[in-house]
């Protein structure tokens, strides 16, 4: 399962890894001003019982992964793992507080959060690095 849009580029690898396991798909919108993530799309396969890997490049609060896993395990998921490339230490906190059950996989822990709730350094929006919609 990734979240749209950023995590459509990791899906590709996924899915070569595990061919016949079907793909389902949570898009979140990250309010800017209380930095909370708002759910408008949710198509995501028959999960109960099921280990579910949640592909999303970052980290940065830790709220859409926070509500991706809770959603999972609303629909019976039996194990969820998250596979992440950038991480905050703040993001990775509030997710292991709520989540202690969950398999969190990052590559890169960054420095800190901005008072914009951005990873530092980061890298930027990663949808839009992956689509090149870059304003």
């Known amino acids: 399962m990734t979240i749209l849009r950023a995590g459509l580029p990791m899906l590709d690898a996924l899915t070569a890894l595990c061919p016949k396991t079907p793909a389902g798909f949570l898009a ?9 993530a708002k759910l408008y799309y949710d198509r995501v396969p028959e999960c109960r019982g099921k280990d579910v ?3 999303d490049p ?9 509500d991706a ?15 992440n490339i950038i991480a905050s230490p703040e993001g990775i906190d509030n997710v ?3 989540h202690r059950d ?3 996989f990052v590559a890169k822990i ?11 350094p980061g890298l930027g929006d990663a949808g839009d690095r992956a689509f090149n919609t870059v304003e």
Do not use: C, P, Q, W
């Open 53 to 55: 890997v949640i592909a």
């Open 28 to 36: 979140m919108k990250r309010d800017e001003t209380t930095h909370e």
């Open 96 to 98: 292991v507080r709520r």
């Open 69 to 83: 896993v809770e959603l999972l395990y609303k629909k019976g998921a039996a194990k969820v793992m998250s596979l």
């Open 58 to 66: 970052m980290v940065a609060t830790g709220g859409s992964l926070i």
């Open 110 to 120: 960054d420095n800190a959060l901005n008072a914009d709730k951005f990873i530092i």
């Open 102 to 104: 969950l398999a969190l």
